[in-house]
């Protein structure tokens, strides 16, 4: 395309001074870009965006641009901007263009166009500099309410934080605001693995989408990354509320489709709307927010409404936030020890350490609430080193032969430097390794990440120790109280290492047993293998399914051999 | 902007809701609203109605195409839209069609009928490959 060519021809310096007339700064979105990368974005941005010179005419313009000025029918080289835009704008509109052309100055201009599907826009003349100018056309039932050319988002046309900004404090009223917060699910895993071109393809259909189901006087804005928002300044009711934001989810559900690739998402939505208790529209778009946070928890693609309960759970949460990071320091953890009791010498054979927490403020936290929310806030390694040596100095004058057990969460043994914290603390103590039993869950075995570490722990002499076995399978939870009839053992469950999967085997067997379950086997490719599995140590193995599928031909002639 | 861009075949079936009586005139509606913008946008397709259900191919630039199924996903006269495919192509099957249309009495109306009643009955999706093929025969014999 002529005009594509033409661009490459403009300095940096040029280029630059646009970009500093379009939003103030030279980057987009924050983000500092090569002249390339500007271009780039323009050209992909849904903004109608051109740059003309002295003479009026055309020497750039988004691909946008041109779809609304020509119909997708390219533009000729250098077209006058009134002949560009003779057939979208009323004749009205077109004078008043020219008169505005005519000033240097920065200019706003209401137009009507002769497209039934846009009617009314503004057309921002920006100033002159370095003999070209900016002009952009925006469409009204977007932007109705946008005041400034530096509160529209390039990449969507909606608008951006700062006209966020602006809305909530000049425009928020305690009896008519609401905010309707929007996040789509796991749009970071299509950046990840789609790219982010067609992620922001992806910001702008969903824009799009969404923008048909507002009001034009809705404020509709994308905040950042996939998180838009609506402020609805005119007091509708909540059950319409409701039905905007169901109208929301589904719209992002239904299936996009961007360079010939199906990609399904969806949206989280959460509503939150202003009453006389509001003191500052900041509560309002916090409690949206924790509207919003409630809809994700619940499993997402729904919405959620803002209530009390919403916000004394998160107050509870931030207490707990703000208390543990000063737990520390006021002395507020202790160290308490659980005796182990060996069954056969009915002796004492060592202690379970684990953390106690009184809250000044909260009073006694139980761990189940309060570790999770450490480890979100990166307290975890604190508040566990600190609790491990406290652990470590009471049992190294304990006897020798006793052992000190120890939970760790998943997050410390990720940690690059816990084997080496470990080992130090161990050395300064001089206590024995093989002494200390590291406690871990089935969620951290089933992490594969951990493994390595693990590994390196327990060759370094460490114990390993699985706390609740089976806590994470449901299924053998309820074994003992639903009416199971059978279980099936998979051949792989344990690797290739045979003494380990007869080990495996047996255990599940073990378990049948226990229960009245019988057990039969997966993964045994004829009669032979089996009763070999079955004299060897699984008496009690009920049969097996063998590793290959047949044939509805086969079945049925195996069906038959077997009744003869 | 000027490269050549490529072309998308899509192929999506959804669920009728246009009320009975009004049937022939909204397909009457929709396919002459289809045609005009497809030929201006050179995508061509064909569409498949067996009052029940809609399957429709469309072929064309992969922009204008993606651009038509956000179009057709708003479209209140059908819902439950599922994508069987969606693939890059080297050249169009219905080259001749801006929208071919096969409902009414047609074989291919019969032939598609009987798609849907095993999909239904089997819960296996519709085969992409079986709509293409019932369209691209009977409208192209």
């Keep these: 395309m002529s005009i594509d060519r033409k661009q490459k021809k ?31 974005a323009l050209t992909l941005s849904s903004l109608n965006i051109a740059i003309i010179n002295s003479l009026n005419n055309i020497t750039w313009a988004s691909q946008s641009f041109l779809d609304l000025v020509n119909d997708k029918k390219e533009l000729a080289q250098a077209t006058n901007l009134l002949d560009a ?29 002769n497209n039934p599907s846009i009617k009314n826009v503004l057309v921002y003349l920006g100033d002159i500099v370095e003999e070209h100018r900016v002009v952009t056309i925006i469409p009204q039932s977007i932007t109705n309410q946008i005041r400034n050319n530096d509160e529209v ?106 360079q010939s690739q199906q990609i399904n998402i969806g949206a989280s939505v959460g509503i939150a709307v202003s009453d006389s208790s509001y003191k500052h529209s900041d509560e309002l778009y916090r409690h949206a927010d924790l509207a919003l946070y409630e809809s994700k928890q619940l499993g997402r693609s729904r919405l959620s409404v803002f209530n009390v309960e919403l916000e004394q759970r998160a107050q509870y949460r931030r207490a707990i936030e703000i208390g543990l990071r000063r737990g520390l320091v006021k002395k507020e953890f202790s160290v308490l020890f ?20 009184r809250s000044q403020e909260l009073g006694l936290v139980e761990p189940q609430k309060f570790i999770p929310i450490a480890e979100d806030i990166g307290e975890i390694n604190t508040i566990g080193q600190w609790s491990l040596e406290q652990a470590i100095q009471q049992a190294k004058s304990w006897p020798s032969h006793f052992t000190l057990s120890f939970s760790i969460t998943l997050i410390q043994i990720l940690e690059d430097d816990f084997f080496a ?20 869950s089935e969620q951290t075995l089933m992490e594969q990440k951990a493994h390595k570490n693990i590994k390196t722990l327990a060759a370094s002499g460490f114990k390993i120790a699985l706390d609740d076995p089976i806590a994470r399978y449901e299924s053998l939870r309820h074994l003992s109280t639903l009416p199971i009839s059978r279980m099936r053992v998979h051949q792989d469950f344990a690797g290739h290492d045979d003494i380990i999967k007869d080990k495996t085997i047996k255990s599940i067997m073990d378990i049948g047993q226990m229960l009245g379950i019988p057990v039969v086997a997966q993964g045994i490719n004829n009669k032979a293998d089996f009763w070999q599995l079955k004299k060897h140590g699984f008496p009690d193995l009920q049969g097996f399914f063998t590793n290959t599928p047949l044939s509805v031909e086969e079945a049925n002639a195996l069906v038959s051999n077997t009744q003869k | 902007m000027n ?10 079936v959804s669920a009728n809701c246009i009320d009975s009586e009004l049937l022939d005139k909204e397909i009457d509606a929709i396919l002459s609203v289809a045609r005009e913008h497809n030929k201006k946008n050179n995508i061509t397709g064909a569409l498949l109605f067996n009052s029940g259900y809609f399957a429709q191919v469309l072929e064309g630039p992969e922009e204008a195409v993606e651009m038509l199924f956000e179009r057709i996903q708003e479209d209140e006269r059908h819902e439950g839209c599922v994508v069987l495919s969606c693939e890059e192509i080297s050249k169009y099957s219905f080259s001749e069609w801006s929208m071919a249309y096969e409902g009414g009495d047609s074989e291919a109306k019969t032939h598609f009928s009987h798609l849907i009643k095993h999909s239904k009955s089997t819960g296996e999706v519709l085969s992409a490959n079986e709509v293409f093929s019932v369209l691209f025969e009977h409208i192209n014999q």
């Design chain 2, 3 to 12: 490269e050549t861009t490529s072309n998308t075949r899509l192929i999506y």
């Design chain 1, 85 to 113: 835009t003779q057939t979208l704008f009323s004749d009205l509109a077109q004078e008043k263009l020219a008169s505005a052309i005519a000033s240097a100055k920065t200019k706003v201009i209401p137009c009507v166009c």
């Design chain 1, 153 to 258: 988002d390039p990449l969507t046309g909606l608008g951006n934080r700062k006209m966020f900004e602006r809305v909530l404090s000049s425009d928020f009223s305690i009896d008519k605001t609401a905010i309707i917060m929007i996040d789509l699910d796991h749009f970071k895993r299509i950046n990840d693995t789609l790219g982010h071109v067609v992620g922001d393809k992806l910001l702008k259909l969903v824009s799009n989408r969404f923008v048909k189901l507002i009001r034009p006087n809705d404020n509709f804005i994308r905040l950042g990354g996939d998180e838009f928002v609506v402020i609805i300044n005119d007091n509708v009711q909540l059950s319409r509320l409701k039905s905007l934001a169901q109208r929301f989810v589904v719209a992002a559900s239904k299936t996009f489709v961007i």
């Design chain 1, 338 to 357: 659980i005796p182990q009791i060996d069954v056969i010498t009915n002796d004492l054979s060592g202690f379970e350490a684990v953390l106690k927490w």
């Design chain 1, 421 to 440: 914290f470990l080992t130090m603390l161990v050395e300064k103590h001089t206590f024995e390794a093989s002494n200390l039993e590291i406690m871990l």
């Design chain 1, 10 to 40: 403009l300095s940096t310096a040029t280029f630059a001074s646009y970009l500093l007339l379009w939003d103030g700064h030279p980057n987009i979105m924050g983000v500092a870009m090569t002249n390339d990368e500007i271009t780039e």
